[in-house]
């Protein structure tokens, strides 16, 4: 197991910032990108027709 | 470090989701039309409604649909085709942001050594987990498939199988690293370890069926296949970006003795 050096893994307090805050960013866009109806974005039903065909395709239920 | 990372996988899921957003243009907007099509065709064939009844109901027909595609639709159908790019770009951006803080976490703990075959490896995982487990209970449906009553509780279902999958990929990982028997042991229960989760679920969850009667079903076939060819190309494209530059990287630090500006 010691023959090939492994890459150094990433101490966790140095993730720690990154998975609490911009993961939440991230997994908003995807929300509000795949499945908002106006609840969140507060747009009606702008958004979801924006992005409606990018909805169908990504496979993600659309109406 | 870690920064590095993210902004490789911004950029990589973006142009990740722009060659997935080509290949949905040229092999899903001809079908997403062809339902249209179909849906305009069948409302305009629906009888008006009573008069009697179209008097104190404020007469909001259209509104029962609750969707449009025509030319009265909040965003018309051109727009919306350059919306598939900018949902599939902005999905790319996203995913890959999130992508690169879990291998982050992975590396030098999971997983094979390489940040190529590192990279690979969870782009096929993540595939698996998060597009094919609940693309097979829910599978994606074109516009006339589908009753928007129902739209929140499909949707919750459909996140329910995501994290199902996500939660079958962690059982399988934790059952392979305390089986030491051998390397085909150790696969095999990794593999019945995914699957018990998965199946379980695929069976107990409430199956959803809304397709119209009537509806082509070589048109359901070949939306459907265009929106897994989809998610398979982000996910590809991605994998392989994701992994080629990181190899790239580390053989260049690896060989230079001093760290370089650029």
Known sequence: MSDISAPSAVPLPHLRPW???AVPVLLLVVYLVLMD???VSQTGTFLHELMHDGRHLLGVPCH | MIRTLVVRGLLIGLL?????GTFAFVFGEPRVDAAIALE???VAAEPEPAPASAGEAGHDHAGAAGHHHGEEAVVGRPVQKAGLFLAIGLYGLAVGGVFALVFAGLRGRFGPRG???LA???AATAFVAVILVPFLKYPANPPAVGDPETINSRT????VMVIVGLAAVAVAVATARRVTAGPWQRRVAAGVAFLVPVVAAWLLLPTVDEVPEGFPASLLWNFRLASLGTQLVFWTAFGV???WVGDRVAGRSALSPAPSSG
């Open chain 2, 40 to 42: 305009e065709a069948a």
């Open chain 2, 16 to 20: 990740a989701g722009f060659v997935a």
């Open chain 2, 156 to 159: 919750a279902l459909y996140v």
């Open chain 2, 115 to 117: 940040d190529g075959a």
């Open chain 1, 37 to 39: 109806n106006g609840a």
């Open chain 2, 241 to 243: 970006l994701f992994g």
């Open chain 2, 120 to 122: 690979l490896a969870s």
């Open chain 1, 19 to 21: 998975l609490l805050l």
